[in-house]
Every structure is written in C-alpha cells, then in structure tokens.
C-alpha cells in the first residue's frame, strides 16, 4: 500500500489568512485616504496662490501699479477666466474671481479670493491671512478654510455679483 500525501491547507486556515488579509487591507485604506484628501486640499491652496499672484502679475502687467493708493475704494476685481488665459497655468477650470485692493496704511495689496472647484471653495474672508509680507506673496493660504463644495457655495462667483454687494445701484 502507498502512503497519501496529503499536503494542503484546511479550510480553517484559508479563512483565518483571508480575513487576516481584508483587516489588512482595510487598515491601509483608512490611513491612506485622508491622505489622499489632504494632498487634494494641499493642491487647491496652490492654485489659490496661484489666482492670487495671477491678479497681481496681470495688475501690474496692466500698468496699474505706480501707486497702490490708486486703487478704487472697492479694489479691482478679475474673473478666473481672464486671469487663466495669460497669468494662471492650469489645466483645471476654476470659478471665481480675484480682488485687489490697496492697504493704504502700509502701501501693498490685499487680495481677496473666491475660489471653487468641483469639490472645493475658498472664500477669503480673514484679513490677517490675506495681508502681503514686504516681499509681496499672500502670508497663508488657512487650508482649514478650503471647504468641500462647488462653485454654489461661494460668496462671489463674478465680479458683478462683488461689485453689487457693495453698490445695489452698480450697472454689469
């Protein structure tokens, strides 16, 4: 008579190894999509940046910088859509609009952006994160406030709208 070899794994085993494999699983995809969602903010405050510094190189590519003070009470305001065209490179379409105005205590620009993507907005609302240092860049973007939504969550999404929330009487 032959002896069997019987080589092999029960069944007990083969699902002790799968479930131990799915906890695994799952504990690295829970680590891993926050991370993902982090970068995905991290790379919107970019692009807030980049609108930011886009009104400023097109204000002063404009001719529009001898004098800050210069500036309308109510700023100058760019569409994203003027500003992407020449100043902002991107591939992402992005709602909103740029405000510049003057500081007139220290004689260097705020600026002001409403921002949206397909699943993110920011509002500038907070002076102190819109304030230039002395070699003019935007201090910080607070990713805090880069909320999930879309451009039906922002404050301004034309000029127009801005310029009417200040003056009911202003004519588009």
């Given at each position: 008579?032959?002896?069997?070899?019987k080589?092999?794994?029960?069944?007990?085993?083969?699902?002790a190894?799968?479930v131990?494999?799915?906890i695994?699983?799952l504990?690295?995809v829970?680590a891993i999509i926050?991370?993902?969602k982090k970068?995905r903010?991290?790379?919107?405050g970019?692009?807030?940046l980049?609108?930011?510094?886009?009104?400023?190189?097109?204000?002063?590519?404009?001719g529009?910088?001898s004098e800050?003070?210069?500036?309308p009470?109510?700023g100058?305001?760019?569409?994203?859509?003027?500003l992407?065209?020449?100043y902002?490179?991107?591939?992402?379409?992005?709602k909103?609009i740029?405000i510049?105005k003057?500081?007139?205590?220290?004689q260097?620009l705020k600026?002001?952006v409403?921002?949206a993507?397909?699943?993110y907005?920011?509002?500038?609302?907070?002076?102190?994160?819109e304030?230039?240092?002395?070699?003019?860049?935007?201090?910080?973007?607070?990713k805090n406030?880069?909320i999930?939504?879309?451009e039906?969550?922002?404050?301004f999404?034309t000029?127009?709208?801005?310029?009417?929330?200040?003056?009911?009487n202003?004519?588009?």
């Open positions: 008579m032959k002896k069997i070899n080589k092999g794994f029960t069944i007990i085993e083969i699902i190894v799968t131990l494999l799915a695994l699983i504990l690295a829970f926050p991370q993902i970068s903010i991290n790379a919107f970019d692009e807030v980049n609108y930011a510094n886009g009104a400023e190189t097109k204000y002063v590519a404009d529009l910088d800050y003070g210069d500036l009470v109510n100058i305001c760019f569409s994203t859509s003027e992407k065209k020449e902002v490179k991107t591939e992402k379409d992005y909103g740029v510049l003057a500081d007139v205590g220290s260097k600026r002001y409403y921002l993507s397909d699943k907005v920011y509002n500038s609302t907070n002076d102190v994160n304030g230039l240092t002395g070699s003019n860049h935007l201090i910080n973007i607070n406030d880069i999930e939504g879309n039906n969550d922002l404050t999404k000029c127009c709208e801005y310029y009417k929330s200040l003056d009911s202003y004519d588009c």
